[in-house]
């Protein structure tokens, strides 16, 4: 039981190039959620999913957009990367659909750079 | 705006002495209070939370804290602390039905 994986652990990019950031849960939860981390601003949502096929915004997400593919797979993607996303990027699962006060339970995040 | 603020953004301690991690969040309206522990290079873990009931909350590793619903607090403390207690803290509150907004994180340094 693996938990929640991210790939891949760091990146670097240039500006303007794009890439998906792949997130996979094997707990068989409803809720996913896409996180971006920067120093003292805590973590901040991007994305997320209360159940498989729906997604909507959270508090920053302009720049990405996301992918549902299935009830274990949650991505995000940046068309044309920023060095503003240059940040630490952590997915996470909760077991409900629409979470409520569900722990949540996250990955070991992906490091960005974009120059 | 509903906001979560951790007081103090490092915490210097020596081992073995108590530590309080100070949280404030800005409504007093139904919320949901959390905890989690980020050890470096990790994602984050959760400490404990409140949802309902007795206003102390015991939490892994003897962590506990305290829902003071007049005050908008919710302190985390540890009686004494270990070296493998070092870690970044985040304070998170789900505000009436909304979703979870973390506060800005305190590092907690615990040195021999």
């Known amino acids: 039981n693996a938990g929640v994986t991210q790939t891949p652990k760091f990146q670097v990019l240039k500006t303007g190039q794009s890439m998906t950031l792949q997130c996979a849960q094997d707990m068989n939860h409803n809720s996913m959620y896409w996180y971006r981390q920067d120093p003292g601003m805590g973590l901040r949502l991007i994305y997320y999913?209360?159940?498989?096929?729906?997604?909507d915004k959270g508090e920053v997400p302009n720049g990405y957009n996301v992918s549902r593919l299935n009830k274990r797979e949650f991505s995000l993607r940046l068309e044309s990367a920023a060095p503003s996303q240059t940040s630490v990027y952590f997915c996470?699962?909760?077991?409900?659909?629409?979470?409520?006060?569900?722990?949540?339970?996250f990955g070991p995040g992906t490091r960005l750079t974009v120059l | 705006a509903q906001s979560v603020t951790q007081l103090d953004s490092q915490v210097p301690v020596f081992e073995e002495a108590p530590v309080e991690l100070r949280c404030n969040y800005s409504s007093s309206v139904s919320v949901y209070l959390f905890w989690y522990v980020q050890y470096p290079n990790q994602g984050l873990q959760l400490l404990l939370k409140y949802l309902s009931g007795s206003t102390l909350v015991k939490g892994i590793n003897g962590f506990e804290a305290e829902f003071n619903k007049s005050q908008t607090s919710f302190h985390l403390r540890k009686p004494s602390v270990h070296i493998s207690d070092t870690a970044e803290y985040f304070c998170?509150?789900?505000?009436?039905?909304?979703?979870?907004?973390f506060g800005q994180g305190t590092e907690l340094s615990v040195k021999p």
């Open positions: 996470a699962s909760s077991p409900q659909v629409g979470a409520g006060t569900d722990t949540q339970y």
């Open positions: 999913s209360a159940s498989e096929g729906t997604t």
């Open positions: 998170a509150v789900i505000f009436q039905g909304g979703k979870l907004i």
